[in-house]
């Protein structure tokens, strides 16, 4: 079955940085697009960054210039680099696939910005 793992998460300071990562199993992870979202409280969850199975990349524009996703596919893994972070950047961050219509999530990680 497809299982989606999220790992990296924590508490940083304003202008810190951390790396989120997803290891991905259960499917051919190589072939399906993989992205990144998060909540925060009281929100609803909002797309960070998508990255395709050739490797392009799109980001939310609260995220562009800050973050960079990337794969490793030897590793069955994605990642999501947080420079620069601010306190709204403080949530839950899920990572997301979807295949034959059908999303898969992990379990969420948190990111907490705060001095």
């Known amino acids: 079955q497809v299982q989606l793992v999220e790992s990296g998460g924590g508490l940083v300071q304003p202008g810190g940085s951390l790396r989120l990562s997803c290891a991905a199993s259960?499917?051919?992870?190589?072939?399906?697009?993989m992205s990144w979202y998060r909540q925060a409280p009281g929100k609803q969850r909002e797309l960070v960054a998508t990255i395709t199975s050739g490797g392009t990349t799109t980001f939310a524009d609260s995220a562009k210039g800050r973050f960079t996703i990337s794969r490793d596919n030897a590793k069955n893994t994605v990642y999501l680099q947080m420079n620069s972070l601010k306190p709204e950047d403080t949530a839950v961050y899920y990572c997301n696939t979807r295949m034959r219509r059908l999303d898969y999530w992990g379990q969420g990680t948190q990111v907490t910005v705060s001095s």
């Open positions: 259960g499917y051919i992870f190589s072939i399906y697009a």
